[in-house]
Each structure stands twice: as C-alpha cells, then as structure tokens.
C-alpha cells in the first residue's frame, strides 16, 4: 500500500469512530411521557366518568374542555383525576 492509501484508510477510520461516538446513546430509563388514559369516551347527559393523568410526577395539570356547554369538568381530592359530566347533547375535547 502507498503512503496516500494508508492515510485515505486511517482517515476513513477515524470519521467513522468520531461519528459512533457523536451518536446519542439510547437511555432506557427514559420518562415515559404524561397523558391521558383514555382516548375516546362517550357520556350520556346526567351520567358522570373519571378521566386521569398517566405518568405524571410532581407537575401540575390544568384541565380545557373545547365545549363547556356540552361537558362539565369537575375535580377531585387528586391532582390528576377529573370527574366529567354530560350537561347537553355534542362533542368536547378534553385536554390536560
């Protein structure tokens, strides 16, 4: 091999060690992120439902709802459960 062969080689190398070592290392006790445990509920009008928070450590929630006609938003002793009533016929997001 040639002088210019062998640095091209050494050099190849050495990129290639740089750029598996810039790499993230994937961390497994990664948080899991906060959301919600249900993605869909149907509530009649009168009837009431429990909606919580999943993974959520010491963060505080604050509860929409798109339509306050529709759905009424009630909390609890906890932080992170709800209690949602069926005030009128319709469809509300819920978000936290």
């Not at 062969?5 to 050099?11: G, H």
């Not at 009837?47 to 938003?73: E, M």
Request: charge should be positive; proline fraction near 2%.
């Amino acid at each position: 091999m040639t002088k210019k062969n062998i640095m091209r080689a050494s050099a190849a190398a050495l990129a290639f060690c740089l750029l598996a070592t810039a790499a993230p290392a994937i961390n497994a006790d990664a948080k899991a992120k906060p959301k919600l445990n249900k993605k869909k509920i149907t509530i009649k009008v009168g009837k009431t439902k429990k909606l919580k928070v999943k993974n959520l450590k010491g963060k505080k929630v604050k509860w929409k709802t798109s339509n306050k006609k529709v759905v009424k938003i009630k909390k609890t002793g906890k932080k992170t459960v709800v209690k949602l009533k069926g005030k009128k016929a319709g469809t509300a997001t819920i978000t936290a």
